[in-house]
Nanobody
């Protein structure tokens, strides 16, 4: 499975960004897709995930602000990020998990600053 991430950038506090992750290859075995982030001040954390069957989960700090979604026909994962805060600044990574293996996309920088 190959993951191509896009959509990061610089945004002011309160602004919005949408990240995209295009999956290709043997995606039929993927059970979960998600977004992680890592900043210089924190360890890598799971931001949001979506499972087969569309069940989703979010880390507490982004609930109500971020939305994870998936276009199954196009094999594209999205992360809509609204009401962005400076503490959301991080490198964001797309992740795809099979039963016994994980795949990672390249990171995309999100910077929230005035």
């Amino acid at each position: 499975v190959q993951l191509q991430t896009s959509g990061g950038g610089l945004v002011q506090p309160g602004g919005s960004l949408r990240l995209s992750c295009a999956a290709s290859g043997a995606v039929a075995g993927v059970l979960r897709m998600g977004w992680y982030r890592r900043s210089p001040e924190s360890e890598r954390e799971l931001v949001a995930a979506i499972f087969v069957g569309t069940h989703t989960l979010y880390t507490d700090s982004v609930k109500g602000r971020f939305t994870i979604s998936r276009d199954a026909a196009k094999n594209i994962l999205y992360l809509q990020m609204n009401s962005l805060r400076p503490e959301d600044t991080a490198v964001y990574y797309c992740n795809a998990a099979e039963f016994a293996r994980e795949y990672w996309g390249q990171g995309t920088q999100v910077t929230v600053s005035s």
